[in-house]
């Protein structure tokens, strides 16, 4: 029997949090590590292995088994030294696949050359990843736009379904504004109060962070 890929994710501020929840909610194997206790026990309820530690430190990613890991995402792009030491610490520990968050494009090279397998540039590729994405099978993805603001591709929470724009009134009890709706191949890019969420849609959002 094949052996389910494990994931290791480094790092849960917004858009490390989305990647770990998302891959935990397709029941997939994920442990995550964040240096903050604040952010792992607001994680807590939300992964089933989270731990609090500095990835920079060999011996943390030694305890945790970096090294068995299938695939590790750091997602600490704005922290270059950090990001270029685990990834250069992970690549040397045997993870076959390193993904990366760079903060601009000489740090995605400085990343490439330390043994990033993927170099991701959330804020440079966000058209091209929104167009390509609202007509794929996606259930998720999650570009961060600015410390304020991201935009994601999600699913309907349950009781959202068989309600309209209106009766939701999503802006204001979530903060997210949602731009589209696909409902199969149909994509409704100026949905108005009178649409109607489907229980196989995926939204299109802009979410706002909480204060």
């Known amino acids: ?22 891959l ?3 029941g997939k194997q994920v442990l995550a590590i964040d240096r903050s206790m604040e952010a792992v026990e607001t994680h807590r309820s939300l992964l ?3 731990v609090c530690g500095d990835a920079m430190d060999h011996s943390v990613l030694e305890q ?26 992970l690549k040397e520990m045997g993870v076959p696949h390193v993904i990366v968050k ?9 990343l490439t ?7 991701l540039f959330p804020e440079r590729d966000m058209g091209q990843r929104v167009a390509h994405n609202l007509v794929s099978e996606k259930i998720l993805d999650f570009i961060e736009l600015s410390p304020e603001y991201s935009l994601m591709e999600m699913r309907p929470r349950p009781e959202w379904i068989g309600k309209t724009l209106k ?13 589209a709706v696909r409902s199969g191949e149909v994509v409704n890019a100026m949905p108005d109060m009178h649409t109607c969420i489907g229980a196989q849609d995926v939204m299109l959002v802009v979410s706002q962070a909480q204060s």
């Open 1 to 22: 029997m094949k052996r389910n890929k494990q994931y290791l994710i480094v790092g849960l501020g917004r858009f490390g949090s989305a990647v770990a929840t998302t």
């Open 24 to 26: 935990a909610a397709e």
């Open 167 to 179: 009766e939701l009134n999503l802006r204001a009890k979530e903060r997210i504004n949602v731009v």
């Open 102 to 110: 760079a903060y601009d494009d000489f740090h995605g090279r400085m």
């Open 48 to 50: 089933t292995d989270v």
């Open 64 to 89: 945790i088994g970096a090294g068995e890991f299938d695939v590790a995402v750091v997602t600490m792009g704005d922290d270059v030294k950090a990001s270029g030491v685990i990834t250069m610490q």
């Open 113 to 119: 050359k330390l043994g990033a397998d993927k170099v």
